[in-house]
């Protein structure tokens, strides 16, 4: 059965409600050429007092408001298509969680939006051992005082990280046409984790390995339109480890959008 939200969740709560000072909601004016999206500031940033949203989603801003991604949101097509731009001046010495309440309540009194919550069955992916066995490098042990300083590595001419072998992470990065996952030291979980990013599906961690590794993943991106032969998919990319990506269904947290206004309410 369907769970709806209490009030105080997708709507303003009555009382005591967060919400920001002044806050600007436009629908964004479609522009020529490259479209750059953004959001930025807000508490931990380099902007606490401020919050802004360039060309963004109502998708991207629900994901955002609860901290979800975007397979565990259902709602009509135009999430993904109709953007927007917000400015909104943020309370000094609010907190991170207090933040994103504050941007649930915009979403409710600017866009109607209004959801319940109800487990349904999703796509997913289970990563599993290859019947070729494990080709994954096992990290060599670092003693104390050898790992590599906890800095952000140099780029090379097409964006990607130069991560330093001794460095403990885990790096995303796309450029020249591709996506490059890069972890050292980093455990299966890890890589299960990058790859549900990438993937924008729950993938669960069922190789059983309890070690760390060193790995590094090239490949297209997910959702591209032209296949390129010289660059793998991600399925291939991941047996070239050793591993493979079994589809799965499992039950999922879905927060399902009921009423959503393409116009946002006067500011």
Not at 15 to 31: E, I, M, N, R, Y
Not at 97 to 111: G, H, I, P, S, Y
């Amino acid at each position: 059965m369907p769970r709806f939200f209490p009030a105080c969740f997708l709507f303003v709560c009555a009382l005591h409600a967060q919400s920001f000072d002044v806050a600007t909601v436009k629908p964004a004016t479609p522009g020529q050429g490259r479209l750059i999206i953004s959001t930025r500031g807000g508490p931990g940033s380099s902007d606490p007092s401020h919050f802004y949203a360039q060309n963004s989603t109502l998708m991207s801003l629900i994901m955002m408001a609860y901290d979800v991604p975007s397979f565990r949101v259902a709602g009509p097509s135009w999430l993904t298509t109709e953007r927007f731009n917000i400015t909104a001046n943020v309370p000094v010495d609010i907190t991170r969680k207090q933040f994103l309440v504050m941007l649930q309540n915009l979403l409710a009194e600017r866009f109607r939006l209004a959801a319940h919550e109800e487990e349904r069955p999703v796509g997913a992916f289970g990563l599993v051992i290859d019947k070729a066995g494990l080709k994954m490098k096992e990290s060599a042990i670092v003693k104390p005082g050898q790992s590599g300083a906890a800095e952000s590595p140099g780029l090379d001419k097409d964006g990607i990280a130069i991560a330093p072998a001794s460095q403990k992470g885990l790096w995303m990065n796309f450029g020249g046409g591709r996506f490059v996952i890069q972890g050292h030291q980093e455990g299966s979980a890890d890589l299960a984790e990058a790859l549900s990013d990438r993937l924008d599906q729950p993938v669960a961690d069922e190789t059983g390995l309890s070690g760390r590794y060193d790995f590094r993943l090239e490949f297209a991106p997910p959702d591209a339109r032209e296949a390129d032969d010289s660059v793998p998919s991600i399925f291939t990319a991941v047996k070239q480890l050793g591993l493979r990506l079994e589809p799965r269904k499992v039950p999922a947290k879905m927060i399902v959008v009921d009423h959503a206004e393409k116009t946002p309410a006067a500011n």
